[in-house]
C-alpha cells in the first residue's frame, strides 16, 4: 500500500484517520492486548461515516433520532473508542483511553453496553452486531411509520468483518433485512482478507457482495482507503431503497510492518514497529498525542449533530402533551399504568372461568389484552406462530408494505430472531417478545445470554416446554433447557404453572427495564391451578405456597409450570393417606432467591421431606431439596433421567415416572 | 399441478413415488400427528435418486463404501422409513411403520441416530443434516485419499428445505464446502416456497442457487416431479467438481387438497381428504398397503446394491490384513492399542518435568503424541488454531488441493463446525476434534446437544475456559458453560487441572463410543498438580483425592481446573493454621457420578466443612456440597456471582474473590 500517495491525495482526511490510528497503536500498546488492525483497516471508512454522514451529537448521545453506529467486529473496540474520545463524548476521556482493558475502565476489550453512553450495543461475539442491527432498523422503520419522519428518520450504519459474516447468524440477518426491504441500513464489509488462522481464502471463497445480493440487498464494491469513494459509496447506498452493503477493500493493520498478515489482526505491541508505522503516517506523534488541530477537527465533527438535534427536538416540541408522554416513556421502558389493571382483569376473569388451556395459549390471552394497551410491543416468531400463539389479532404484519406491522414473521431464524430483538430493545421506545420452541433455545443461545449481559428488557417465549411435547421426539424435547437458562446470570426464566402465572410473568417481563425474561410454556392443556383471585402478583416472589397441608405437614412438593398440576393431584393421594402435604409453586427461582430469608423460610420450613417434581434434568434442585433448610436424606427428585422420546405425551410422563403416584411413592419411601 | 399428466407420462415411476405418499398419508393418520406435506412433495426425487443413482444395500446397511442419505429436513421422517420399509431394511417393517411416532417404535417423529440401522444422523432441527453432510463428505475425501478410490468412493446425498436454508448453521456448512470443493456432495432444495408461518416469501426472498453459486457451488434448478430432469441433474452434479445443489420445484402435499399451502406441512388427517388424494394418484389402495408389484419393484432397487457391495468386500479383502484391520479398528471406534502406552509415557513425563503451561498448551502436548499414533484424528478450530492449540506438527492441513490433510480451517464457524464433525464421526472412520473459545459454545449448542443425544464421541476443545481469559472481557468469558454442558446428558464434560489430567481426558476421550467430550481448558498457565506419577487413569474416576488432609481432617476442597491450584494454596494456608483439608480435584462430575457410592463416599466423606472452588457460576455444586453425605450448614463457594470483567487475569481472580486466601477465609468461617 502506497502510504505516502494515500497522505499526499487527501492530507486533511489523512491526519483525521491517522489519529484514530495511532490511538489505537498507543492504547493497544499500553494494555499489551487488544486488536490492532481492524480500527486501522477501517479508520478511512470511519472517518468519512462520521464527517460526513454520521447524524450523533456526543453531548446527547441517546437522543432518539441518532443515527446508530454498531461496530460489529467489537474485537477492533478502539475504533469506537477513538472517535468517541475524538468527537467528544463525555464518557470517554483521554484516561479511559489510556486504561483500556483494564478493570474499571469503561473502554473494555469489547464494547459493552452501558459501560458509556454512545455504545449501542455489546459487540464482541461474531456477528451479532449486524445482527443487531437488523433489529435496530427495524424498530425505527415502524417508528417512523407510527411518528413520522419528523420524529424518527435515521439510518443504522454497521461494520462488519470476515469474521461477522462467516458466522451463520449474518446470514439470518441478511436474510431477514433483504425481504423486509430495511433501506435505512447500511453495512460496511471491512475486506481485508484475514483472519486470525491466515487469509479469508483457507476457509472461505464467498463472493460477498453477491451473497448480498442474492437476499435482496444493494451492493456496492470502493477501495475502503479512497475517502471519496467511501462518501460516494454512502451517498448510494442512503439513497437505494434496499438495505445496502459496501465491501470496502482495506487493509488490515495499514502502514504497519504486520499490515496485511493474521498478525495484524491481533495486539502490535513493537515498541520500534509501533513507530515506524506512525513515522509513515506522517504523524511521529508521542504516546496517546493528537495534534491539537487533528482534534479541534475531530470535535468540530462531533459538534456538527447538535444543531440537528436542536431542529429534532423544536419539531418534538410541537407534540401534543400525550404524544410526548407516550414516547418519553416507550423510550424510557416503562409500561403503560393501565397494564396492571389490565393484568389483574384478566387474571381475575381466569380464576372465575377457571379454563383448562395449555400455557402457550394463556400467553395469548395475556397479549391479546395487553397488546392493545401497550403500543410498543412487537411481537414474533421464528415460523411458528400458530404453536407459540405469539400473534394477536391487533399487531398487523410488519412487512415492507406495513411499516406500522407490529407482528415479524422472522423466518426460521431462532438466533437472528434473539438478536434482532436485542436490537429493537436496544433502540430504544419498542418492547419486543418472539416465539420458537424451547427447544431451540440452543440456536438462539449466542444472542439469549447477550440480552443477559446486556440486560435489554427482551421477552422470549419459549414453548413445547418438555416431553409434553410429545411425538416430534427427543431432538424437539427440551430436557436440560431450563437449567441452562437458570445457569445464564441476569435472566429471569418464568415457568408458569396455568393462565394467572402466566399473566404475571408477562407483567414482571413487561415492566422489566434490566434483564431480559424466558416464559418456558407448554403445548398441553393444564387446569387453572390458582382457583382464587389475589391482585398481588405472587410470580413475582419467585415461589409461593400454593396449597397449604392439612393436618401436620409432613411433605413439600416444588414443582414448575406443568407439574404443578401434578403436585397438586400428589397431594391429594397423599392427604388421602393422611400426609400432611404443601405445595410450593415455584415459576422463577432468579425471583425467589431474591426474596429475603425470612419469606424463603416461610415457604420452605425446614422439615417436612421435599421432593421437587419438573419434566426436566434435576441440575439446580438441590439448591431447593438440600439446601434452604432442608435435608439430603429427606429430599427426592421427580423428574428426567436424560433424554426423552418419540410418543404421544401422556405415555411419555407414564414411562419416565413423572406422575402424581410417583410423586406420592418418593414421599412415602422418604417418610419411611 | 396435473397429477394425471404426471401419472400419464412415467406411469412406472409414478407407481414408485405413490407408494411413498400413500404410506405416508397412512402413517401420519395412524399417528394422527406428523408432517405428510414434505414426503408427498420430495417423493419424485427420492424414487429416482434411490431408483438409478444411490449405492446402498439394506441387507447390510452400515456398509462402509455406501453412498449416504441424509434427510435434513428431518421432519419428513416418512420418507425415510417408507424407502426403508420399500427397499427392505430389516429394522423398518410394516409394523413399524404402522407404529410411526410411538412409544418404542423405531420410527420416531424425526429420524433418530440409532433407532434403525440405515438411519445415518439424527435430524429434525433445521439445518443440522446439511451441516452434518459436509462432515460426512470431509470424512470421505480423506478416507479416499488415504485408503485409495478402491475402498472410498461415495457420494452424500442431502435433502433440505427452505427451514434449513434459512437457518445460519446452512450458510456456516455451504461456505465450508464451497470453499473445500466437496464435489461429491449433493444438496436437494425441496423448493416448495411454504413454511409453516405461510409462503415463504412472507420471511425470505433469498436466491437460493445465486447464494450457493456465491460459495463455488455447482447450481441447477429443476421440476422436482419431473423424473427425467431428476435423473439428468444428478448426473450432472455428480459429474461436476463442486458440490451440487438442485434446487427442485415441487408442490408440498402434492395432490392433496392441502397442496402448496401450510396446512400441507403438517399432518394431513382428513380421511375424506386421504382418500381423494389416493385417487388422484389412480391408487386407492386400502390403509398401508402397497400394491405387490410396485413392493416387489421397489425390493429390487433395494437389491441392487448388493453386487456393488460383495464387489467392495472383493476389493477390501486385497488389503494387507494390516491395512483391514486398522481399517476395521477405526470403523469400530476402537483407539489403537498404543494409545493407553503413549499416554502413560506422556504422563510420566510430566510429572517428572512439572512445567507449568496452560492446559489448551497441555491439550496441544497430548495431541503431539497422540495424533501420529491416532491416524484417524481429524483436528480442527473455528478460526482460532493458535489460541486452541489444536493444531499438531504432523497433520497437514485439509484442502482441495490436498486431501491427506487431517487439520481443517473451519473459518469462524462454530456451529458449521460441530455439525461437521457429527458428521466426520457418523461416517465412521474417522475421529474429529476441534476448537473454539468456551464461550462460543454458545453458538455450537445446537449441534453440541445432536452430539449427546446421538453419542457421537466428538471432542470439543474449548479453550480460555474463565474470566482466566482476562482483557477480552464478558463476552468472552464462560461463567455458565460448565452449568450448560453438564446439564446436557450423556455428555463427558472434563475441566483438567494440569497437563497429567489433561492427557487422561484425553484418553478418555478418544477411547470414548458412545458419548462426546468437552474439554474445558484454560488461557493461563497453571501449575503441574500431580506430581506423582500413576500408570492408572485417575480421571476415569471423575474425582479423586488429590491431597490429603494431614492431622485432623476438619475441611474438603473440591476444585477443577485452573482452581485446583488455588485449593491447594488455600489448603497450605489452612494446614498453616492447623486446619486438615483435603484437596478433591473433580475433572469430570459424569464420571464421579457414575462410580460406586462407597468410592463417593471415600473421596466425599461426612463431617468435614466443604468449599467448592469453580471460576463459574454455582449452579449444580450442591449436589456435591449439600448432598453426598455434606451438610448445607457447612459447606460454601468460591466462584463467580455472575458475568465477568474486561481487567488481566490475575486483577479479574482477586476482584471476584477467587483466590486461595478467600478460600481459606469461607472455610475458617464454617468451622466457626
Given at each position: 500500500m502506497d502510504i505516502a500517495a494515500l497522505r499526499t491525495a487527501h492530507p486533511d482526511h489523512w491526519k483525521k484517520a491517522t489519529a484514530i490510528r495511532s490511538l489505537t497503536l498507543d492504547a493497544v500498546a499500553a494494555a499489551n492486548s487488544g486488536h490492532s488492525g481492524m480500527p486501522m483497516g477501517m479508520a478511512d471508512v470511519a472517518t468519512v461515516l462520521f464527517e460526513k454522514h454520521l447524524n450523533f451529537d456526543p453531548k446527547v448521545p441517546d437522543w432518539p433520532n441518532r443515527d446508530r453506529f454498531i461496530l460489529s467486529a467489537g474485537h477492533g473496540s478502539m475504533l469506537l473508542y477513538a472517535l468517541m474520545y475524538l468527537t467528544g463524548y463525555e464518557d470517554i476521556t483521554l484516561d479511559q483511553i489510556k486504561n483500556f482493558r483494564q478493570w474499571g475502565a469503561r473502554t473494555a476489550g469489547h464494547p459493552e453496553y452501558g459501560h458509556a453512553r454512545g455504545i449501542e450495543t455489546t459487540t464482541g461475539p461474531l456477528g451479532q452486531g449486524i445482527a443487531n442491527s437488523v433489529g435496530f432498523a427495524i424498530a425505527e422503520e415502524v417508528q417512523r411509520a407510527t411518528w413520522g419522519k419528523k420524529i424518527i428518520d435515521h439510518?443504522?450504519?454497521?461494520?462488519?468483518?470476515?469474521?461477522?459474516?462467516?458466522?451463520?447468524?449474518?446470514?439470518?440477518?441478511?436474510?431477514?433485512?433483504?425481504?423486509?426491504?430495511?433501506?435505512?441500513?447500511?453495512?460496511?464489509?471491512?475486506?481485508?482478507?484475514?483472519?486470525?488462522?491466515?487469509?479469508?481464502?483457507?476457509?472461505?471463497?464467498?463472493?460477498?457482495?453477491?451473497?448480498?445480493?442474492?437476499?435482496?440487498?444493494?451492493?456496492?464494491?470502493?477501495?475502503?482507503?479512497?475517502?471519496?469513494?467511501?462518501?460516494?459509496?454512502?451517498?448510494?447506498?442512503?439513497?437505494?431503497?434496499?438495505?445496502?452493503?459496501?465491501?470496502?477493500?482495506?487493509?488490515?493493520?495499514?502502514?504497519?510492518?504486520?499490515?496485511?498478515?493474521?498478525?495484524?489482526?491481533?495486539?502490535?505491541?513493537?515498541?520500534?514497529?509501533?513507530?515506524?508505522?506512525?513515522?509513515?503516517?506522517?504523524?511521529?506523534?508521542?504516546?496517546?498525542?493528537?495534534?491539537?488541530?487533528?482534534?479541534?477537527?475531530?470535535?468540530?465533527?462531533?459538534?456538527?449533530?447538535?444543531a440537528t438535534r436542536k431542529d429534532w427536538e423544536s419539531r418534538f416540541a410541537t407534540l401534543s402533551a400525550t404524544k410526548q408522554a407516550d414516547f418519553n416513556r416507550a423510550y424510557a421502558g416503562e409500561a403503560p399504568k393501565r397494564l396492571s389493571a389490565t393484568i389483574r382483569a384478566l387474571k381475575k376473569q381466569v380464576t372465575e372461568g377457571q379454563p383448562k388451556v395449555a400455557t402457550r395459549k394463556s400467553s395469548e390471552m395475556v397479549l391479546e389484552v395487553i397488546n392493545p394497551v401497550m403500543q410498543e410491543t412487537i411481537g414474533g416468531s421464528a415460523d411458528l406462530t400458530g404453536s407459540n400463539n405469539t400473534k394477536t389479532s391487533d399487531l398487523g404484519i410488519f412487512t415492507p408494505e406495513n411499516r406500522k406491522g407490529r407482528y415479524i414473521y422472522y423466518g426460521v431464524r431462532e438466533h437472528g430472531m434473539a438478536a434482532a430483538m436485542n436490537g429493537i430493545a436496544l433502540h430504544g421506545g419498542m418492547r419486543p417478545y418472539g416465539g420458537t420452541f424451547m427447544c431451540f433455545t440452543d440456536?438462539?443461545?449466542?444472542?439469549?445470554?447477550?440480552?443477559?449481559?446486556?440486560?435489554?428488557?427482551?421477552?422470549?417465549?419459549?414453548?413445547?416446554?418438555?416431553?409434553?411435547?410429545?411425538?416430534?421426539?427427543?431432538?424437539?424435547?427440551?430436557?436440560?433447557?431450563?437449567?441452562?437458562?437458570?445457569?445464564?446470570?441476569?435472566?429471569?426464566?418464568?415457568?408458569?404453572?396455568?393462565?394467572?402465572e402466566t399473566a404475571e410473568a408477562w407483567e414482571i417481563a413487561l415492566t422489566a427495564t434490566k434483564a431480559p425474561s424466558v416464559l418456558s410454556l407448554t403445548r398441553q392443556g393444564l387446569p387453572t391451578v390458582r382457583k382464587e383471585h389475589k391482585n398481588k402478583n405472587l410470580t413475582a416472589q419467585g415461589a409461593y405456597v400454593l396449597a397449604e397441608a392439612e393436618g401436620k405437614r409432613q411433605a413439600i412438593l416444588m414443582a414448575s409450570g406443568s407439574e404443578v398440576a401434578t403436585a397438586l393431584e400428589a397431594r391429594d393421594l397423599l392427604q388421602a393417606d393422611g400426609i400432611g402435604t404443601r405445595v410450593v409453586s415455584m415459576p422463577c427461582w432468579e425471583l425467589f432467591a431474591a426474596q429475603d430469608e425470612s419469606y424463603r423460610r416461610r415457604v420452605l420450613p425446614a422439615g417436612p421431606v421435599r421432593v421437587a417434581i419438573e419434566a426436566g434434568v434435576r441440575l439446580g434442585w438441590d439448591q431447593w431439596l438440600f439446601g434452604e433448610r432442608g435435608n439430603a436424606k429427606k429430599a427426592d427428585f421427580v423428574g428426567m433421567p436424560g433424554f426423552g422420546a418419540s410418543a404421544p405425551a401422556e405415555r411419555l410422563f407414564e414411562e419416565f415416572g413423572i406422575t402424581a403416584a410417583d410423586t406420592a411413592a418418593k414421599v412415602k419411601a422418604l417418610l419411611k
Open positions: 439510518y443504522t450504519y454497521v461494520m462488519a468483518g470476515d469474521g461477522c459474516l462467516m458466522e451463520g447468524v449474518s446470514q439470518e440477518a441478511i436474510g431477514l433485512a433483504g425481504m423486509q426491504k430495511l433501506g435505512q441500513l447500511v453495512v460496511f464489509f471491512d475486506n481485508n482478507n484475514i483472519t486470525i488462522d491466515g487469509t479469508v481464502d483457507m476457509a472461505d471463497i464467498t463472493d460477498q457482495p453477491a451473497r448480498f445480493a442474492a437476499s435482496g440487498w444493494h451492493v456496492q464494491s470502493i477501495d475502503g482507503h479512497d475517502p471519496e469513494a467511501i462518501d460516494a459509496a454512502i451517498t448510494a447506498a442512503k439513497q437505494d431503497p434496499r438495505p445496502s452493503m459496501i465491501a470496502c477493500k482495506t487493509h488490515i493493520a495499514l502502514g504497519h510492518a504486520a499490515q496485511d498478515t493474521s498478525k495484524g489482526h491481533g495486539a502490535l505491541t513493537d515498541a520500534d514497529q509501533l513507530r515506524a508505522a506512525k513515522e509513515a503516517y506522517g504523524a511521529p506523534l508521542g504516546e496517546f498525542e493528537v495534534e491539537a488541530a487533528v482534534k479541534s477537527q475531530w470535535e468540530a465533527i462531533g459538534a456538527r449533530g447538535e440456536y438462539a443461545r449466542g444472542a439469549m445470554r447477550l440480552s443477559a449481559l446486556m440486560g435489554v428488557p427482551v421477552t422470549y417465549v419459549m414453548t413445547h416446554d418438555s416431553i409434553g411435547l410429545g411425538e416430534d421426539g427427543p431432538t424437539h424435547q427440551p430436557v436440560e433447557h431450563l437449567a441452562m437458562l437458570r445457569a445464564t446470570p441476569n435472566m429471569n426464566v418464568f415457568r408458569p404453572a396455568d393462565t394467572v
